[in-house]
Structure formats: C-alpha cells, structure tokens
C-alpha cells in the first residue's frame, strides 16, 4: 500500500477537562489532533479546568503522564483556562456592552418548571431549550437584583445577536461546508452562575488566542460547532476550519464517558498494555 505522506502544517489542541482518568476515547482524541497538526505543524494541550469544583490536580498530572506514554508532546507549559478568566470576563463585557446578553435568575428548577407548564419544550442538542423567562425581565429590575446579589447567569439572546448577521459558513474536513445555526441552542449560557464563563465561551477565545487552525474533536460536540462559529462572529475571532472525529463505544455500543467508569489508559498501563496494543484497540493508524 503506497501512503501520501502528510505535508500540511496546522496548529491543533487536544483541550480534556481534568475531572477524571483519560480513557481510550480521550486516546483518540489526542492522537487525532496530534495526527492533524501535521508533521510540522503545532500540537498543543490545553487544560479546561474553568469549574474548579469539578477539576482536580492529580488528574492533570494523570493527562501528562498518560498522554507522553502514547508518545505525545506539546510546548511546555500548556495553558490552563483557569489562569485565563480575565480574559473571558473582558469578552462577556464586550457581548454584555452590545446589549447581547442577559442576566438570569433561574434555578434549574425553575427552567424545569417552566418547561412542564409549557404547551411545547422545543428540544436542543443538550436538552430542552431555555424557555426564555429572564429575555423578558425589564432592565431595572435585573439591575435591581444583581446589585441585591441574587445569583445569576449570562445568557446570549441569540435571535438578537442573529439579527442583522450574514450567513455564517463553517467546514468540517470530514461532512464538508455547513451554514451556522446557533439557534438550536436558544439563549444559551456564556457565564454561569457558579463559574464567570461557559466552555463555549473559553473554547473560542481560546482556540482563537492560540492560534488554533483546525479544531479536532469527537463527533459529540460537532452541533456545539455551530454555536462557536456565531461566538467567533460575534468576538471579530478568526474563523478555523474543523474536524470531528468518530467515538469509540463500548461493547454495548454506548460512547465511552468517565461517568460510565470506563477503564482508564491508566488501568490499562496498570495491567501491562502497551501503547501499541491501546492504538490497535481504537483502530489508530499513526498515518
Ligand atoms: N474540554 C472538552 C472536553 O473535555 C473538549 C473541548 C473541545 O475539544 O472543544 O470534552
């Protein structure tokens, strides 16, 4: 078999949350951004550890170790989105300055509620779409409770950050050219109660102040994509190109997560597998 080497040179990132042990689905996700960078090209990691709640220190140690036993490296030291909430605080300010976003005081609760009183939920990628509750609330009376220190988060009104933009195209290497519809989002939230900022908020602000060329990620975040590129409209962002790889599922077929306690790249090395045997059991092909 005669194969074309790779000459292209792109700048790529592998961007895990540190809320557990990588598995093998995260072994493909790593070794695809790394493949796409191209042989000189820039492969970077970035650590998403934005909800401290969540994210623990052993388990970044955890993504080094078990990323340069696959044979990874990245310039040192990678960013960690922790150390950057400045910056997505300085990008909310210029949405929030174009009257873009809205405080809201809705507990999950209360969303639910609303929902169920409703004579339809219309359905997003992640679930049932914002009801809408807080776009309605006249400004004085949000100012009212933020300065008397009701929690909120910050939403995108995105019919109005719609209003008036051109067509949004982006390309996925492997599905090809789409038209942005961030609208299957609804009003989605940028900046969340308990945390300044929402992944889709620091993963384009992110991508964009690293110089990211092509974005590589599962196949599950591929209609996220659709909001991000309005986000980059929106924040004068370069536009990348994307590609979204496939998962890796279980026997069962369901897609690997930490939550479903599948085994760990750690548990894996534990038990004596090589790097080899881990690429041969996602069907990896270094080219
Ligand atoms: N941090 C995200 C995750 O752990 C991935 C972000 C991305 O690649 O856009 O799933």
Known sequence: MTVTPRTHAETTRFAPSPTGRLHLGHALSAL??????GPSGTFLLRIEDIDAGRCREPFIKGIYEDLRWLGLSWPEPPWRQSARMAVYARALDELKARGLLYPCFCSRGDIAREIAAAAAAPQG???PLYPGTCRALPTEEAARRIAAGHPHAWRLNVGKALTGAPPLA??????????????IFGDVVLARRDVPASYHLAVVVDDAAQGVTCVTRGE?????????????????LPTPEWHHHRLIADAEGKRLAKRDHAPTLAALREAGA??????????????
């Open 32 to 37: 695809f951004a790394a493949r796409e960078a």
């Open 125 to 127: 990628p992640d679930g």
């Open 170 to 183: 982006w390309t996925d290497r492997a599905r090809g050219k789409r038209t942005a519809t961030p609208e």
């Open 220 to 236: 599950d975040l591929f209609a996220a994509s659709h909001l991000h590129r309005l986000l980059q409209y929106l924040l004068g």
């Open 274 to 287: 090589t790097p080899e045997e881990v690429k041969a059991a996602i069907g990896w092909n270094d080219r």
